[in-house]
């Protein structure tokens, strides 16, 4: 007997405990409750009269929540089994459901993500599931004046984006994004890429005028990467990239381009001192007329010249010789850095400057620049930042959709077949890591009093981006020139 009692206790005693802890882990009360549209009717139409409605539901549990509006034909989902916690909900509801295309319309380019549902009259249900119950709500929404047909979206008619692989390393050559989107309607517009993970970096749109409509139908963005701001692109890869436009109902579309990033970085180059602590070395060489150079062609070249010199002294140089120099070049970033000619070793006259001898300046392009005093513009001598047995070349197609191409068509009421294929265009880099010698040398012709002696020193120039500090003056050196004793 006392066993028996024994027994029955523990059941007892168990059930107690397994009642309380029902009663813990799933509260009493319907798991769906005050569960109601504020208003029968809307008409959104973004005229702030009667747009939208209040939609409130309160759960005792945790549950997933579906909302949808439904007729005969068809149904749709304002929310679809979406995870809530137990607590009191309110939420605006303006029409706009998930996306859906109707029967009798065109193909619209692009995703429709929200969309105003069609005029009619509808029964909306809550729907509360959880792993043990479910629960329901419903009521009627009639919709009145919604501008829901295609006509009315606001869709991207035309989505150009160019380059599709880009290399935001500020060389000139694919730098930048471009993207011109036209609208059907007015709408707000949004435009970023997206890696695999989920992070966004956003296109700033192009201000064309000096007020832009932020709803216009005409628009254009453009993305450096971040570069032109000193800052690090995004990593190299996959990315996806979204045009969203979305208007004042909150209809949404979407357009979408794969865009490849590769070499992208900032690129680091300087020019440092030469083993012997001056940072540029010069010396006077005799001239001979092979050295002569101009836009028909280059001349001999001077050899890359030996030894070393006192930065202390000043050079004198006999009027009509070559003022030779030698500096350092080294890339000691990441990123591959572009240049271009006249290649190291070349002389110049003193009138001449880089566009005499054919080569102007190129966008991107890194060059290797001598001034003096006297000198006529600024960095009128150039060179290419290496010898080019030491840089790497690449050969680049121009693509068939490129702005450049799309010109030449344009000017050509036919087409030539060679145009289409286009020679490729050899660019010329220095690879990171890399050290280089430059040289070259000016004739130096030109002797005024009042500037005798005077400065010269380097430059390293970035073509139409800038000079980096610290290298807008680089070894400036005394020259003296005298006249010739004959």
């Not at 107690?16 to 319907?30: A, C, T, Y």
Request: aromatic share 10%; glycine share 8%.
């Amino acid at each position: 007997m006392p066993k028996l009692l024994t027994f029955l206790g523990a059941v007892i005693a168990l059930a107690v405990v397994s009642g309380i802890g029902f009663l813990v882990l799933r509260p009493s009360g319907e798991l769906l409750a005050e569960a109601r549209f504020d208003a029968s009717v809307i008409s959104p139409n973004a005229d702030g009269v009667n747009d939208l409605t209040t939609i409130h539901y309160e759960l005792s549990r945790s549950a997933t929540v579906s909302i949808w509006l439904e007729n005969d034909d068809s149904r749709y989902y304002f929310r679809q089994d979406e995870p809530r916690s137990s607590g009191s909900y309110s939420v605006y509801f303006s029409g706009v459901v998930d996306g859906f295309s109707l029967p009798d319309e065109d193909e619209i380019p692009g995703t429709i993500e929200r969309r105003l549902i069609p005029d009619g009259t509808y029964t909306w249900v809550i729907e509360a599931v959880d792993d043990d119950d479910s629960a329901r709500a419903s009521g009627t929404l009639t919709i009145e004046n919604a501008p829901y047909r295609a006509g009315d979206l606001p869709v991207i008619l035309n989505f150009t984006v160019h380059p599709t692989h880009f290399t935001p390393n500020q060389d000139g050559v694919d730098d930048r994004v471009n993207v011109i989107i036209d609208l059907l309607n007015p709408a707000n517009l949004n435009v970023y890429l997206e890696d695999a993970g989920g992070q966004r970096y956003f296109l700033p749109e192009r201000q064309i005028l000096n007020e832009i409509d932020l709803t216009g139908i005409s628009r254009e963005f453009d993305y450096d990467g971040g570069v032109d701001q000193g800052l690090e692109p995004p990593p190299d890869g996959e990315y996806t990239l979204n045009a969203v436009a979305q208007d004042e109902e909150g209809q949404r579309v979407v357009r979408q381009q794969r865009i490849v990033i590769s070499d992208g970085g900032l690129p680091q180059v300087e020019m440092v001192p030469q083993v012997s602590g001056a940072q540029v070395l010069y010396n006077p060489v005799p001239y001979r007329d092979g050295y002569y150079s101009d836009y028909t062609g280059t001349g001999d070249l001077l050899e890359l010249p030996p030894g070393v010199d006192s930065e202390l002294e000043t050079i004198t140089i006999v009027q009509g010789d070559i003022l030779v120099f030698k500096l350092t070049v080294t890339n000691y970033g990441a990123t591959p850095i572009r240049t271009a000619g006249p290649f190291p070793g070349t002389v110049y006259d003193f009138d001449q400057t880089a566009s005499s001898l054919g080569a102007y300046e190129e966008s991107g392009a890194w060059r290797v620049g001598i001034k003096c005093d006297t000198a006529l513009s600024d960095f009128p001598w150039r060179w290419a930042v290496a010898p080019l047995d030491q840089l790497t070349p690449v050969r680049a197609k121009l693509p068939q959709n490129s702005y450049r191409l799309q010109v030449a068509r344009l000017i050509n009421d036919v087409l030539p077949t060679d145009l289409d294929e286009i020679e490729p265009k050899t660019y010329y880099y220095l690879m990171p890591g890399q050290r280089t010698e430059v040289w070259g040398g000016i004739r130096m012709t030109d002797l005024i009093s009042a500037r005798n002696p005077q400065f010269c020193w380097a430059g390293l120039i970035h073509e139409d981006v800038g000079i980096p500090a610290n290298q807008s003056r680089f070894g400036a050196r005394e020259i003296e020139i005298v006249r010739s004793a004959d």
